[in-house]
């Protein structure tokens, strides 16, 4: 690893001294027409409106929009403050469910925060991982821009590292490239907990007045050693009753679920949008006291294309099935090891039309219409047609012989399609009301009926001399169940279900106060159809109405040196059984700051991540889905406070922190789960370092 961190290193110190002249100090050329607010996505603050507010900043990150590249500013992960709690997958949101390893499958506790399910419902634990066409970053940058950044903790046999970075650089004022990755090992602290994640993308841009083109492609490859968590959770919970020899047992000599057990995910993406943008030049006299005058261009309408691939692959195997063949009540193939692959392909092409805001002073919004064409592919496993109607029962000991003209594996294709009109209703430009309304149809194909509306208005003004900033927002959906959820053949689960679409309603609102930095959001869900995989791990589709009430606020407080942030939830679901939430989450943040020598930044305190206690999901390897608690083995999770110390050091353009993880274990009860059966890992050192290099 450490001959890898050197060899990046050199790589963009070269590729800084190659490119840096050719550049020549510019930086592409930006418009008011080419960044547009996308505010249901970015706080106001990070939002450009004019070009001017672009004039000097040398570096530019911005994403997209979906299917209709609309483009808009996105924060660089360059923060002074907090970049210890950044590594953490705790920190990429208020509460979030894993295994305890770094790089294991993840689930937020908040239910906003929880997506619509994939087709490929076994690349949804990774979303924290990995890249979309979404959350994808693109660069404008005056000077080549790139950043390395090393995380690691543990000792040899528990280590667990994490190794990002990212390189890109303008040709011109139009063009820019780069590549980015991120890979992450760690060996577990826990028998059989072992991850290995592989991400890379190569990324670039054309913008100019009249064409702008965002593509990338990217691959992930995700290996994850399963345990299925740990039986007797009394090895954390009262670790003083299996001492050996008068000592506590090593977290590595735990027993688990099961040993040797491996699940690999991969996924590859193409994405490609552009537009060509129809105008006229506008001049400009005077734009200074020379009387000089200025010609643009002013874009009027657009016509957009955008095609996107998506290649996922799943593979759950092991060469040793003798122990778990017996922690589930069936097999449904002959194969004699674990090897369940399953695999999907969706093409999209969307067409659209825009009318863009702004290209006259009475036009005070902008429309855009759209065609959306979507392809996609699944193989699954098939099985012979003895066992459709009999599966084997290891209880009962119903074996049947494997017939010789069977060859393995056997696999069943299924391929859907759908055609979705559409369209976006926007006002993005102004301080006193912006908006957004969005909706598609699907109008031809097997997800015919299927529709989303979703919408946002926001507004500002002040209030007893204070600027206030009020949003209201709300969806409505009726959407296809996932292909997996409703077909899924495999060694051990085996279901076709004829599932009826999930109809979603959401209403909310958002206060924000900016000068005392106090921001309040509340808001209900209510959801018919809805399916959830209960406690002996197959997905099943409720009939009654199930109802989510959520209200956030958030709160922080400066004086002098001093810090303190918090962020507390409440959620209450109206099906607790079927949908168990963590009725109050909460996080604070209290630390000091100082400055020595103008130059660095010393943080130094210590955050808490806090929940309720409920009855927690359990994470089932076979299905890699969150499901219920399996029968007679409830047990509540939470009630625990996860309390990190930490000091971060801030130099010029580098960041290093040194963190003591989980030290509560220090002053409360080991109670520290994060999902049923799944603890956290204990307390250990982190330490962190990550360096930009842009002059």
């Known amino acids: 690893m450490k001959y890898c961190i050197y060899i990046f290193i050199l790589i963009i110190l070269s590729t800084k001294a190659t490119y840096g002249q050719r550049t020549g100090g510019q930086r592409s050329s930006f418009?008011?027409?080419?960044?547009?607010?996308?505010?249901?996505?970015?706080?106001?603050?990070?939002?450009?409106?004019?070009?001017?507010?672009?004039?000097?900043?040398?570096?530019?990150?911005?994403?997209?929009?979906?299917?209709?590249?609309?483009?808009?500013?996105?924060?660089?992960?360059?923060?002074?403050?907090?970049?210890?709690?950044?590594?953490?997958?705790?920190?990429?949101?208020?509460?979030?469910?894993?295994?305890?390893?770094?790089?294991?499958?993840?689930?937020?506790?908040?239910?906003?925060?929880?997506?619509?399910?994939?087709?490929?419902?076994?690349?949804?634990?990774?979303?924290?991982?990995?890249?979309t066409p979404q959350n994808a970053l693109y660069y404008d940058v005056k000077t080549p821009y790139s950043n390395v950044t090393y995380t690691f903790a543990g000792a040899s046999v528990n280590k667990e590292e994490r190794l990002k970075g990212v390189l890109t650089s303008n040709f011109g004022k139009r063009i820019n490239v780069g590549t980015d990755f991120d890979y992450i090992y760690g060996r577990g602290f826990y028998n059989s907990n072992g991850?290995?994640?592989?991400?890379?993308?190569?990324?670039?841009?054309?913008?100019?007045?009249?064409?702008?083109?965002?593509?990338?492609?990217?691959?992930?490859?995700?290996?994850?050693?399963?345990?299925?968590?740990?039986?007797?959770?009394?090895?954390?919970?009262?670790?003083?009753?299996?001492?050996?020899?008068?000592?506590?047992?090593?977290?590595?000599?735990?027993?688990?679920?099961?040993?040797?057990?491996?699940?690999?995910?991969?996924?590859?993406?193409?994405?490609?949008?552009?537009?060509?943008?129809?105008?006229?030049?506008?001049?400009?006299?005077?734009?200074?006291?020379?009387?000089?005058?200025?010609?643009?261009?002013?874009?009027?309408?657009?016509?957009?294309h955008t095609f996107e691939y998506s290649d996922h692959r799943r593979r759950f195997y092991s060469s040793n099935t003798s122990v778990i063949d017996t922690c589930y009540s069936g097999i449904y193939n002959f194969d004699p090891e674990l090897n369940d692959k399953m695999s999907s392909w969706t093409y999209k092409n969307t067409f659209a039309l825009s009318l863009r805001e702004g290209f006259q002073d009475w036009v005070k919004l902008g429309l855009t219409a759209f065609i959306r064409f979507e392809q996609r592919k699944f193989r699954i496993q098939d099985q012979p047609e003895i066992l459709k109607e009999n599966p084997i029962d290891l209880n009962n000991s119903i074996l049947y012989p494997i017939p010789p003209s069977i060859q393995f594996p056997l696999t069943q294709d299924f391929s859907e399609a759908s055609t979705y009109i559409g369209g976006e209703l926007y006002k993005r430009q102004g301080s006193i009301l912006t908006y957004n309304a969005r909706g598609e149809l699907c109008i031809v194909g097997d997800d015919l009926g299927e529709f989303r509306l979703d919408g946002e208005l926001e507004t500002h003004f002040d209030l007893f001399g204070e600027k206030l900033s009020l949003k209201a927002n709300g969806y409505l959906k009726n959407i296809t169940p996932a292909f997996f959820q409703r077909h899924f053949y495999s060694r051990y689960f085996w279901w076709n279900n004829n599932f009826k679409n999930i109809r979603q309603a959401y209403m909310g609102g958002e206060a924000k106060i900016e000068a005392t930095k106090t921001t309040f959001s509340a808001g209900v869900e209510s959801i018919d159809n809805y399916i959830l995989f209960n406690s002996e791990g197959i997905p099943t589709q409720l009939e009654s109405n199930i109802q989510i009430v959520s209200a956030k606020l958030k709160q922080d407080f400066h004086y002098k040196a001093l810090g303190w942030e918090n962020e507390v939830t409440y959620q209450l679901s109206s099906e607790k059984k079927e949908l168990p939430l963590p009725q109050i989450t909460a996080y604070s943040?209290?630390?000091?700051?100082?400055?020595?020598?103008?130059?660095?930044?010393?943080?130094?305190?210590?955050?808490?991540?806090?929940?309720?206690?409920?009855?927690?999901?359990?994470?089932?390897?076979?299905?890699?889905?969150?499901?219920?608690?399996?029968?007679?083995?409830?047990?509540?999770?939470?009630?625990?406070?996860?309390?990190n110390a930490y000091v971060n050091f801030h130099l010029k353009q580098t960041r290093f922190f040194v963190m003591m993880y989980n030290i509560s274990t220090l002053f409360t009860d080991p109670n520290y789960f994060s999902l049923a059966n799944y603890p956290l890992n204990p307390m250990h050192l982190k330490f962190g370092i990550s360096v930009n290099f842009n002059n």
């Open 589 to 643: 943040n209290i630390y000091l700051t100082a400055k020595y020598a103008k130059v660095l930044t010393i943080q130094i305190g210590a955050d808490a991540h806090y929940f309720t206690e409920y009855d927690a999901p359990y994470y089932e390897p076979a299905t890699q889905q969150f499901q219920l608690q399996k029968e007679g083995q409830e047990m509540k999770v939470g009630n625990y406070p996860l309390v």
């Open 195 to 304: 991850t290995k994640l592989v991400s890379y993308r190569l990324f670039g841009s054309y913008r100019s007045d009249r064409y702008e083109l965002n593509a990338y492609l990217s691959n992930n490859h995700f290996v994850i050693n399963e345990n299925g968590g740990i039986p007797d959770i009394a090895y954390i919970t009262d670790p003083d009753t299996k001492q050996q020899n008068g000592r506590d047992i090593d977290s590595k000599s735990i027993p688990t679920r099961y040993t040797s057990i491996w699940n690999r995910v991969r996924n590859k993406q193409y994405f490609l949008t552009h537009r060509y943008n129809l105008g006229f030049i506008r001049t400009i006299n005077p734009v200074d006291e020379e009387g000089n005058t200025k010609e643009i261009f002013v874009p009027v309408s657009s016509i957009i």
């Open 31 to 131: 418009s008011l027409s080419n960044l547009s607010s996308a505010k249901n996505v970015l706080p106001d603050s990070l939002l450009f409106t004019d070009s001017t507010a672009l004039k000097n900043k040398r570096i530019i990150a911005y994403s997209l929009t979906r299917d209709l590249g609309d483009s808009y500013i996105a924060p660089l992960d360059t923060n002074k403050l907090n970049y210890a709690n950044s590594t953490l997958i705790d920190g990429h949101g208020l509460s979030v469910a894993y295994l305890g390893n770094i790089g294991s499958p993840a689930q937020s506790r908040i239910f906003q925060e929880r997506g619509e399910a994939n087709d490929f419902i076994f690349a949804d634990p990774y979303t924290y991982y990995t890249i």
